[in-house]
């Protein structure tokens, strides 16, 4: 590489420690690359990675670009504001930058078939949801969270699942520069079993019954505590804590310590949530029906913002919705005493949103402490495995089974077995 003219000289001499595996690493790589010293070599790499960031300070630009209507104030509580409007204004508008501690929302899903608030297709969606991405960059503290509950979608007349929402996600981390704290998935155990084509009639596909939840950040160091989120322990954790445990190793190779025992008030949970979408929400629900306006087919359980508002926030902190949607997330913060912000593009779905907070303060529903069944894969194995498998994957849809179901249907495996003698 040439010497830079006189009048800007490479003066700095910089020292740093390399293992000597990492220095005869770096030189194998840098003669790959065609550098005849590591410090050409280095030069390089800090010039991709500066353009990196360059492209992502384009990205933060974006705000005096955008034509922007202001969403108008709908209501106030006495901890937050609901929003008319599209939600971008306030993004790259009336909200200060750097002023939000958590962006709490399930934008709407780029599902194939399309629900009543219009949703956007799955190929437009990442490039829809450009503008938002750049807006919560802006609008976060740099210790905040931004989560983002999306369902996922089949692609249309096909048994296959469009990528958009994992397309999402690369586009947040790679383009934006959002970190990925932690991936969660919310189990509905009373999801329908939908695709009915694919999974009830030709039985080719399984129930889908998972929404992805994103957890990112500005850092890779967002204020965060799993201590907020504790799950009751299990029975055999707790006959484990009174009547004591002794070290040992496990078959595993596990060495536990005799830590294991101690009561922690709870056991750490999983990034699976399992929580049943059945929450009836008598009040807003009837508030709705009494006063003829739309309940918003696409809620989520108020458990969903529960957790992440308490493991990521304090009391006092500001938490943004900016698909409110019925105003869940701010019924949430309002009980739990947190700021909050909440904009949705429908008003009918605002003027049913005021049922969450009429009255005295919210409350947190109570979530039922029950724990749901899932079976080990295979659970079943032996009796239906002989069922034959479509050599073309389904495709050709079969004539409907009318009349002696049962007697076409296959031996079980045992009975076979009996049959064999
Ligand atoms: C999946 S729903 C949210 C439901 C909400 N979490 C709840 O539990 O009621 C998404 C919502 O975003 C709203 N929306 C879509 N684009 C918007 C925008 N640009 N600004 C504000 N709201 C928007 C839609 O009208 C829809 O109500």
């Known amino acids: 590489m040439p010497r830079p003219k006189s009048s800007n000289p490479r003066s700095r001499v910089v020292n740093f420690r390399l293992t000597s595996d990492q220095y005869d690493e770096m030189e194998v790589c840098a003669k790959r690359e065609g550098f005849s010293s590591l410090s050409g070599y280095l030069r390089n790499l800090h010039s991709l990675v500066a353009a990196q960031h360059q492209k992502q300070e384009v990205v933060k630009e974006d705000s005096a670009t955008y034509p922007l209507l202001l969403p108008t104030l709908f209501e106030e509580t006495k901890h937050g504001k609901m929003y008319l409007g599209d939600s971008l204004g306030l993004l790259h508008n009336t909200l200060k930058p750097e002023s939000v501690d958590l962006v709490m929302t399930s934008p709407p899903f780029g599902l194939v078939r399309k629900k009543d608030y219009g949703n956007e297709d799955a190929d437009q969606y990442v490039q829809w949801f450009r503008p938002f991405a750049a807006g919560f960059k802006r609008v976060l503290k740099k210790e905040g969270s931004l989560v983002i509950d ?3 979608a089949w692609k249309a007349g096909l048994p296959t699942k469009s990528l958009y929402h994992f397309e999402l996600l690369l586009t947040l981390c790679k383009e934006y520069g959002f970190h990925l704290c932690q991936e969660h998935y919310w189990w509905n155990p009373a999801k329908l079993p939908t695709p009915a084509e694919w999974v009830n009639i030709r039985r080719i596909r399984v129930k889908d019954a998972i929404n992805c939840i994103w957890w990112l950040s500005r850092t890779p160091w967002p204020k965060a505590s799993n201590r907020r989120v504790l799950a009751p322990y299990s029975d055999s954790m707790k006959s484990l804590l009174k009547n004591g445990y002794t070290p040992k190793l ?5 060495d536990i310590s005799d830590k294991f025992g101690v009561d922690n008030g709870g056991s750490v949970p999983p990034n699976l949530i399992a929580l049943a979408n059945t929450e009836s929400n008598g009040g807003y629900q009837e508030y709705c029906r009494a006063n003829s306006l739309p309940v918003h087919p696409a809620r989520f359980p108020s458990g969903i913002p529960e957790y992440f508002i308490r493991m ?16 869940v997330t701010g ?7 947190r700021k909050w912000i909440c904009c949705e593009l429908h008003e009918d779905y605002l003027k049913g949103a005021r049922a969450r907070f009429i009255g005295l303060k919210p409350r947190l529903r109570k979530q039922e402490l029950s724990s749901y ?4 894969p295979c659970a079943l194995n032996g009796t239906f495995d002989t069922t034959p498998l479509p050599s073309d994957g389904g495709f050709k849809r079969k004539p409907k089974q009318t009349s002696n179901r ?11 077995q009996a049959a064999q003698g």
């Not at 926030?313 to 409110?324: H, I, K, Q």
């Not at 019924?331 to 005493?337: G, T």
């Not at 069944?373 to 080990?376: D, F, K, L, T």
């Not at 049962?406 to 076979?416: D, E, G, M, S």
Request: charged fraction near 15%; charge should be negative.
């Open 373 to 376: 069944q899932i079976y080990p």
């Open 406 to 416: 049962l007697a076409n249907k296959p031996l079980p495996f045992y009975a076979q």
């Open 150 to 152: 999306i369902g996922s």
């Open 331 to 337: 019924e949430v913060a309002e009980s739990l005493e």
């Open 250 to 254: 496990r078959p595993s190779g596990h």
């Open 312 to 327: 990521l926030t304090n009391p006092g902190d500001l938490v943004l919705d900016p698909f409110a949607g019925s105003c």
